[in-house]
């Protein structure tokens, strides 16, 4: 074990770990010390792991990759659903500290590699919340047809579908942004 480097290490605890099959992963940064090939491998296996799985990361990529559910602190000690993710998060950020400069960025078409990299990552990010917020649809519906007799249930599910269906939309322009963007 000495002669590891950190990495490795790390990919030898993760190991371990995963071969008693688990049904709860508590991963605190976990993308730390990997490099590209072993991120990617840990995402695949993260992206179809059937347990529960609560990461605390930096990572975006990885985060958006990986996660059904996102919950944030903004500094003020309270844990907060965000249903659209990292982007809900930035957003209630930069409401609750001082408003951020405008990134020229923002304005005109895209002109650096760098940037067509991170709109074809953003592209990607939000095809997968499109994918999974449309599989959430559908599994929401047959509940709410097993759920005919339940008012109380009813209306639960409504709503979270209403939810859904907003979000979704919202999902939906922004991959047409992004789309826009990269065409620039």
């Known amino acids: 074990m000495g002669d ?5 290490r790390r ?9 008693d ?5 508590l991963l605190d940064e976990p993308t730390n010390d990997f490099d590209i090939e072993t991120l990617t491998e840990l995402e695949d296996l993260l992206d179809s792991y059937g ?20 919950y944030g602190l903004l500094g003020d000690k309270v844990l907060r659903d965000l249903p659209r993710g990292v982007d809900q998060y930035l957003e209630q950020r930069a409401v609750s500290s001082a ?6 960025s923002k304005e005109g078409s895209v ?8 709109l074809k990552k953003d592209l990607t990010r939000v095809e997968r919340q499109v994918a999974k917020g449309k ?22 599910l409504s709503a979270e579908i209403a939810t859904v269906e907003s979000d979704l939309v919202a999902r939906e322009e922004e991959w047409l942004e992004i789309t826009l963007a990269l065409e620039n």
């Open 4 to 8: 590891l480097s950190g990495g490795e």
């Open 11 to 19: 990919r030898l605890q993760l190991t371990r770990l995963l071969m």
């Open 21 to 25: 099959s688990p049904n709860v992963l």
């Open 51 to 70: 347990g529960t799985l609560i990461v605390i990361s930096h990572d975006r990529y990885f985060l958006e990759r990986v996660c059904d559910r996102f």
């Open 99 to 104: 408003p951020p400069a405008e990134s020229a």
């Open 111 to 118: 002109s650096s590699a760098a940037q067509q990299r991170q």
């Open 135 to 156: 599989e959430r649809l559908v599994q929401l519906k047959s509940e709410l047809e097993a759920a005919a007799f339940s008012p109380d249930k009813l209306l639960e």
